[in-house]
């Protein structure tokens, strides 16, 4: 058992891997926005402390909780703004705050969620890569992981992504048209389940780790187009009504046309993604539907 600080324990991503941690035994403090929604961890919240950013002092935290590795999960995706700000704080600023207090501490390592996007695509892309060349900095007191996720998904993710907005949509049925670029873009589609799974045999093997920088990527290694993920989307809603505008948009800037990971060493430690596309998304549509049908 483990003493874990957690940052973005009520997003998606941290919000499923909280859950894990929290049946594994590990002693959890999770470290949130005054303002955070708890709905995703409802069920959760008088199994682990929290902490709150705006008032407390990260020092003091780490060492009265003899914190033994921090979880960075907290992330702006920069989608609801268009001052940068915002999204440096929480991807570059938050973690930066986190290793400086940990000195003295018994904080022995440091996990990043990373992204596998291009640097040049975004201001998030961008507050991520620039956030790597800081744990390089640190990666002689602590060992620092860099964990790059490829484009995961499942039940209940902000619509705000790709594929949980193309999802919501198909489902509903009632849009006539969605215009897309070509979708030649090639990318790899995780299930969430198989993401936290990654982390929790990470954190598992953390003691045989030296003090170092690690970089690892987790996804399938199975590629699929933009535009065959769209339509296998569409067929597994049963949707019959919309009309996809494959070629109505544009390329975004410096678009990234295919994407490669090495997970080579996450499954030499016994990982592997346990999710096809097929299942995974037959899973999370349907769990969706049935929200949908308790809501309506």
Known sequence: ????????????????LLNKLVLNNNSITCLKRESSNLWRVKKLISKVTWADIESTDFHELLVEKKIDYIIHCATDYGRK?????????????????????????????????????????????????????????????????????????????DVSKFASFMISELINNEKKEIDLTEGLQKRDFIHISDVTEAFFILINNLPSLKKNFYHFEVGTNELISIRNFVTLVKKLCNNNNTTLNFGAL?????????????????????????????????????VEKKSKISID
């Open 1 to 16: 058992m483990a003493n874990i600080l957690l940052t973005g324990s009520t997003g998606f991503l941290g919000s499923h």
């Open 81 to 157: 703004q268009v001052n940068p700000i915002e999204t440096i704080e929480a991807n570059l600023v938050l973690p930066l705050r986190l290793l400086h207090a940990s000195t003295g501490t018994n904080v022995s390592a440091f996990i990043n969620t990373d992204t596998i996007l291009d640097k040049r695509i975004n201001h998030y892309s961008l507050s991520k890569s620039q956030f790597v060349d800081w744990l390089r900095y640190y990666s002689n007191d602590y060992i620092v992981v860099n964990l790059a996720i490829e484009h995961f998904y499942g039940a209940h993710d």
């Open 250 to 286: 544009p390329y975004r800037d410096n678009e990234v046309m295919s994407t490669n990971v090495d997970t080579s060493f996450l499954r030499s430690l016994g990982w592997e993604s346990k999710f096809t596309l097929e299942k995974g998304l037959k899973e999370t549509i349907n």
